[in-house]
């Protein structure tokens, strides 16, 4: 049985606004450890499920689509937004 893990996209580091943070991401969790290939070194793994990245719009649709294909799955909690509010005037001190 595959396990999953459940995601709310974060907000890119170029990203002033919070457009497209409100999706939800079902990501499979790798399989097996990746193996360096000794043709040309780089790392990988015959898991193609690690590929795989679907894209919902709430948690709830997410959380149905698991249950309902029989994927173990745990929600990973968004991150809390910390503003740091300071003056302009600040940035001279």
Same mark, same amino acid.
């Given at each position: 049985?595959? =396990?999953?893990?459940? !995601?709310?996209?974060?907000? =890119?580091?170029?990203?002033? $606004?919070?457009?497209?943070?409100?999706?939800?991401?079902?990501?499979?969790?790798?399989?097996?450890?990746?193996?360096? /290939?000794?043709?040309?070194?780089?790392? $990988?793994? $015959? +898991?193609?499920?690690?590929? %795989?990245?679907?894209?919902?719009?709430?948690? /709830?649709?997410?959380? +149905? !689509?698991?249950?309902?294909? $029989?994927?173990?799955?745990? %929600? %990973?909690?968004?991150?809390?937004?910390?503003?740091?509010?300071?003056?302009?005037? /600040?940035?001279?001190?």
């Amino acid at each position: 049985m595959p =396990n999953a893990r459940i !995601y709310q996209i974060p907000k =890119n580091a170029m990203q002033s $606004g919070r457009a497209k943070t409100h999706t939800w991401m079902l990501e499979f969790e790798p399989a097996e450890p990746k193996q360096a /290939d000794p043709l040309t070194g780089w790392a $990988g793994s $015959g +898991d193609t499920r690690e590929q %795989v990245k679907l894209k919902f719009p709430s948690l /709830d649709a997410a959380t +149905d !689509y698991a249950a309902r294909e $029989g994927i173990a799955f745990h %929600v %990973v909690p968004a991150p809390e937004r910390k503003l740091k509010l300071q003056a302009y005037a /600040d940035n001279f001190k």
